[in-house]
């Protein structure tokens, strides 16, 4: 007589945890938390190669603008493996499942996660010990928010949205190796008027396509856990997740501010131009948060509605 209810309390908690029911399947937030690792180790390997021997105020204004791959990434793996290890150890020990214990089991996996990866900083050359000691601050800070967010709930929500996050930061990441052929391709001539203008339209052109890839990865990812599970969620839950991309890059975005500005004051000389530039940067990078977080949403939504049957008529 008790079957039925252990069998409707399994598959809630799969529900919940957005998981097969079968203790022997590999767990997909596993295999999420290994991709946003490997990628925050081609972050790692970018920037520790990015940097020229010589220390200087150049090197600085390079770090500022490099710390937003490091420390996205790193947001990203510590919430990836935040999430699997709240799941992991909440499926063995009651107290890591509620409350105060996931939020400190997701903080402190994410902590971590960011620690050792601001370790592979103290290996780059070029920059003073103050400025690596404020990178690697940033990024372990990031990994300890990104850890917090991992042990937000429902887990498949979160689960969808870095999904939907590691795939952006790829592309983001990739096309920018191609800036400059793109800023010709959308008009970039040889006056600063001509390059501000393409660069606005290339930035809004990526960050729209961005979003598209989040909400259409989103609402996939949420689809199929929602199948294992044997469930349907509703729209809001559909929302969520293809919000979930582009709240993680502003998140992020705060300990970027907070580290350029530290690097920043660093300088021996005075870097005003180079500062205005950054800000130029920091202010498109927060546009694109925006619109990946709204199409990301609205994709989402729309994907869902084409799900839904059409009415019939009498």
Not at 132 to 149: D, R, Y
Not at 185 to 211: K, M, Q, W
Request: aromatic share 8%; charged share 10%.
């Amino acid at each position: 007589m008790t079957e039925p209810a252990t069998a409707t309390s399994a598959q809630q908690r799969a529900a919940e945890h957005g998981a097969p029911d079968g203790a022997h399947h590999p767990s997909p937030t596993g295999w999420l938390a290994f991709s946003a690792l490997a990628w925050l180790l081609v972050a790692l390997l970018f920037y520790r190669t990015a940097f020229t021997g010589a220390e200087g105020d150049y090197n600085l204004v390079l770090a500022s603008l490099l710390l937003p791959l490091v420390v996205q990434a790193s947001l990203v793996a510590g919430a990836a493996v935040g999430l699997w290890s709240t799941l992991a150890l909440g499926r063995r020990k009651a107290w890591a499942d509620h409350g105060a214990g996931r939020w400190a089991v997701g903080i402190g996996a994410g902590l971590l996660t960011g620690t050792l990866a601001s370790g592979a900083v103290l290996l780059a050359y070029g920059m003073s010990a103050r400025a690596v000691g404020v990178v690697a601050i940033a990024m372990g800070a990031s990994g300890a928010l990104g850890g917090a967010l991992g042990a937000v709930r429902p887990a498949r929500i979160l689960a969808a949205g870095l999904t939907a996050a590691l795939a952006v930061l790829v592309f983001l990441n990739v096309m920018a190796l191609f800036s400059t052929p793109l800023l010709d391709a959308f008009g970039g001539g040889d006056t600063a008027a001509d390059r501000y203008e393409a660069n606005g339209l290339l930035a809004g052109s990526l960050a729209v396509i961005a979003g598209l890839i989040a909400g259409f990865l989103a609402y996939t990812r949420l689809r199929r856990a929602a199948k294992r599970a044997g469930d349907s969620p509703s729209w809001p839950v559909y929302l969520a997740a293809g919000a979930a991309a582009g709240i993680m890059l502003s998140v992020a975005e705060l300990a970027v501010r907070l580290g350029v500005a530290q690097l920043l004051a660093l300088a021996s000389a005075d870097i005003t131009a180079d500062a205005e530039i950054l800000d130029f940067i920091a202010a498109s990078r927060r546009n694109t948060g925006l619109v990946v977080l709204f199409v990301g949403a609205i994709t989402a939504i729309v994907a869902y509605g084409r799900t839904l049957p059409k009415p019939t008529r009498d």
